[in-house]
């Protein structure tokens, strides 16, 4: 099979699909409480990540979020062979994003198709879905395997099969319930089989199930059936895990999820999870006359969508739910780059991100005074409980401060876009003003009356303890300028150090005007854009002479090994100069090299297997809306000027922007 993505019929707008099972990197499906990887194996997931759930990595560790007991493995057997890669044809896989599932389909001999698709349900987010339909091509008999695989790293598990019963209803349950790696919460992960074409009510004709338990970390049932000739084998696995994060009781509650699936009908259930869909795709970005765009586009979007949900009050980690890269943690990556999408095209989402901050700005106070500031001062990488979550190792947890304004920035731009008063009153404003008397405290005045932010480590982090790094203080002075207009706004008033402060931030420059990215800087290869986010997004630096400067001075430095962000700020500060060359090749630089088959998942770097990266997925669709697109945030919210498209688009249309569900189209 041949290495690249198969275009056939069934590649579309909303689905790419392949028949590669080699050097294969899989889709996540995903609901904003737990993600499944899919394997290129038969009825296999990799793994299951549980969002928010964290416990120490090692007894000398930092926190790192929780792979959870999977419940995706199966094993089928037909006529008491084990189907495998080996023997069977037509393997193909799908992911389908408008209605977020990842679907498996093949050929087993003369005997049978086998199709299966995994869903997340987003309706009942702490549970999965895996739907079968085996159709027979002569009578064969059929058997099914349910797999919960415990992780070794879990403790004390606890491996059984109950029979719970109602009245006339039976309700069998395959459940383990274990302790995370250092016991730090207790997780309880519950399964069953759904039949479909059974009679409703008639539990009799129900298969026998059997429960053979390999160990306490290899829990299994199965059942066995005759399957005519021209019939079809219809039925789910359906698991729920939960943990004590959420829960008091998760053992319960995972038996709860997984009765509500087991009972509830699957055409009720799947409607529910693809109408939650529907609305999310309500804001949606549409290329007309480039197919491999509109799905590279479309994929980013599907996966800020299956990593959020506006009901959590949780953020979304550089990975998202599809691995434990970065321990699973929340970096500026949210802010800066994937919240400003979902704030133009879905602002619930967008709540639930900032949200999370205000839920643990007590925490961001309290290091505020450990490290002898005032205000709040956020940490580098967040976990749950909101403390610095950084290994003490790495310089960006001490001294990568600019997350504080970024946090900062993203609050007011809430505000701008959806005008929610309440919401500015009760966490809003209380979270730039901690940030703005951050600010003044953290900077240092000069003898000529300027300031400075000294010892930090900026965006670009192969220079670490730099003094007046661009983007640390550029931010700075957003966030500054932006606290005046929130106590505006709600009729506070603002501490007038915050303007003396922010009208008086040093940014260095070159002679020839270039702006330098820190006090000391002299050419040096950088990490990623840096100078640059001075232009976009804080409009810090607004003249085009100098954003030219910047932007041909600062290319050729971007390192190769990169972060796929990088040139995505480059391509929309082209845009928006009206240059749609410029801008389309760096649009394709930031994401292409990253892609990875067969599905073109986004890995962080083009140099390394680290996906699904869904920073640089929020970085390529800010060159669609804010460059491509011409969207802006202002004080009026979001306008549009000046959009330009690249030559190889006939038409870009934005569909349900802002509160009001505006569309912007742009043609060629």
């Not at 501490?495 to 020839?512: G, H, L, Q, R």
Request: with cysteine; aromatic share 12%; proline share 4%.
């Amino acid at each position: 099979m041949s290495a690249v993505m198969t275009m056939n019929a069934q590649n579309d707008g909303w689905n790419i699909t392949t028949d590669v099972n080699t050097n294969y990197t899989g889709i996540a499906v995903a609901n904003g409480r737990i993600g499944i990887l899919p394997s290129e194996k038969l009825f296999q997931t990799e793994q299951i990540i549980l969002n928010n759930v964290y416990d120490k990595e090692s007894p000398l560790g930092v926190s790192r979020i929780l792979k959870g007991m999977n419940f995706g493995n199966l094993e089928v057997e037909i006529d008491n062979v084990k189907l495998s890669s080996d023997n069977i044809s037509n393997w193909k896989q799908t992911i389908n994003m408008k209605e977020a599932y990842f679907e498996t389909s093949f050929l087993y001999n003369n005997k049978a198709s086998v199709s299966y698709k995994i869903y997340a349900l987003r309706n009942v987010p702490y549970s999965g879905y895996i739907d079968f339909k085996i159709s027979a091509k002569e009578d064969i008999n059929v058997k099914v395997t349910g797999i919960i695989e415990t992780p070794e790293e879990y403790k004390k598990p606890v491996s059984t099969f109950r029979v719970l019963r109602d009245l006339e209803v039976t309700m069998p349950i395959l459940q383990t319930v274990a302790k995370s790696r250092l016991e730090r919460h207790t997780v309880a992960t519950s399964a069953t089989f759904i039949w479909h074409n059974l009679n409703s009510g008639d539990e009799h004709q129900r298969p026998e199930l059997v429960n053979n338990k390999v160990s306490e970390y290899d829990n299994r049932l199965s059942f066995e059936m005759s399957v005519k000739k021209d019939d079809n084998l219809e039925f789910a696995w359906t698991g729920a895990q939960c943990s004590t994060q959420d829960f008091n009781d998760p053992q319960s509650e995972s038996e709860r999820f997984v009765i509500f699936n087991l009972l509830t009908p699957k055409k009720d259930l799947i409607i529910q999870h693809n109408n939650l869909w529907e609305e999310l795709w309500e804001g949606d970005i549409i290329v007309e006359g480039d197919l491999q765009s509109q799905q590279d586009i479309r994929l980013a979007l599907y996966h800020l969508y299956a990593f959020g949900r506006g009901d959590s009050n949780l953020s979304i980690a550089p990975m998202g739910l599809s691995s434990q890269n970065y321990n699973g943690h929340i970096f500026w990556d949210t802010e800066l780059w994937m919240f400003p999408p979902l704030l133009l095209l879905n602002q619930d989402i967008a709540r639930s991100l900032v949200n999370y901050r205000s839920d643990r700005l007590e925490k961001a106070k309290q290091k505020a005074i450990n490290f002898g500031f005032k205000g709040a001062m956020f940490p580098w990488e967040s976990d749950d409980t909101g403390e610095e979550a950084t290994p003490a190792w790495a310089l960006t947890g001490t001294f990568e401060h600019h997350i504080t304004a970024d946090v900062a920035i993203a609050f007011w731009n809430y505000y701008r876009v959806t005008r929610n008063r309440s919401w500015l009153v009760e966490r809003g404003y209380p979270m730039l003003k901690e940030v703005a008397d951050y600010w003044v405290s953290r900077s240092v005045k000069n003898e000529d009356g300027s300031y400075s932010i000294k010892n930090v480590v900026g965006a670009n982090e192969f220079a670490p303890n730099v003094d007046d790094n661009a983007f640390t203080n550029g931010s700075a002075i957003t966030a500054l300028e932006y606290a005046v207009l929130a106590a505006k706004e709600t009729n506070a008033t603002p501490n007038p150090m915050w303007a003396e402060v922010a009208k008086n931030i040093k940014i260095y420059k070159f002679p020839d005007g270039t702006t330098m990215e820190h006090s000391k800087y002299d050419g040096d290869i950088i990490k990623q854009a840096d100078v640059n986010l001075l232009s976009f997004p804080l409009d810090v630096i607004s003249d085009k002479e100098t954003i030219l400067k910047d932007l041909r001075y600062y290319e050729p430095k971007l390192a190769k090994e990169g972060p796929a962000m990088g040139k995505s700020v480059f391509a929309v500060i082209y845009a928006r100069l009206g240059d749609a060359e410029n801008a389309f090749r760096l649009f394709k630089e930031s994401y292409e090299p990253n892609k990875r088959p067969p599905f073109g998942a986004l890995s962080e770097t083009a140099t390394a297997d680290l996906p699904y990266f869904a920073t640089g997925a929020g970085g390529m669709l800010q060159t669609v809306l804010f460059g491509f697109a011409g969207l802006h945030l202002t004080e009026e919210g979001i306008i549009q000027k000046a959009p330009i498209l690249p030559k190889q688009w006939n038409s870009l249309t934005i569909k349900g922007v802002g509160p009001d569900k505006e569309n912007y189209t742009v043609k060629n």
